[in-house]
């Protein structure tokens, strides 16, 4: 680690770019770059199809494919759910970076299920923690959270069984 400074392989060319040369401006160009690779006459999104599904202002879209402007990152977000990898990949090539996809739906669904499973032991827990017993009341909210449980953990489940009929493909090497 040490004084060495952090690069990037600035695309194809394999020249090495210190991330300090990264100015405002570069990025301002590359973001441009990707957005007019997708959008617009002849390509993939007309100007109003994104403004629709991103919820983004027409002359707001119309600064960022002008290279007046950038988006703030909930903004670049809404994008990217909305043209998908190649905005990404488009954003990150210049620094030699990419390989951004759409996961499989069961590549995302353990998050879910242990965001449910979470929820269900803060339930358990919040009931134990005034008097060491469930009351009624309480016995509803754990069994509630226990369904969700049961339903993220069967959603899962369902989605690696699809994955493993050769139905979806599973990017990133998931299993």
């Known amino acids: 680690m040490g004084d060495t400074p952090k690069t990037g392989n600035a695309g194809a060319s394999g020249t090495k770019m210190p991330a300090s040369a990264i100015t405002a401006e570069l990025v301002q160009q590359w973001f441009t770059d990707a957005l007019r690779g997708s959008v617009g006459r002849g390509k993939a999104f ?13 002359n707001t879209l119309g600064s960022w494919m002008g ?16 043209l998908g990898p190649d905005l990404v990949n488009g954003l990150l090539r210049p620094i030699g ?44 909210r754990i069994d509630a959270r226990l369904n969700r449980v049961v339903e993220s953990a069967q959603r899962y489940l369902a989605g690696r069984a699809l994955i493993n009929r050769g139905r979806l493909r599973v990017v990133g090497g998931g299993s």
Do not use: H, K, Y
């Open 46 to 58: 007309s100007r109003e199809d994104v403004c629709d599904a991103a919820q983004v202002n027409p």
């Open 67 to 82: 290279e007046r402007n950038t988006p703030v990152m909930w903004q670049f977000m809404r994008l990217a759910a909305v």
């Open 97 to 140: 970076m990419g390989g951004a996809d759409w996961l499989a739906p069961a590549d995302t669904g353990l998050w879910s299920v242990n965001a449910d499973v979470a929820g269900f032991s803060q339930e358990i827990a919040e009931a134990l923690a005034d008097d060491g017993r469930v009351d009624p009341v309480e016995q509803a």
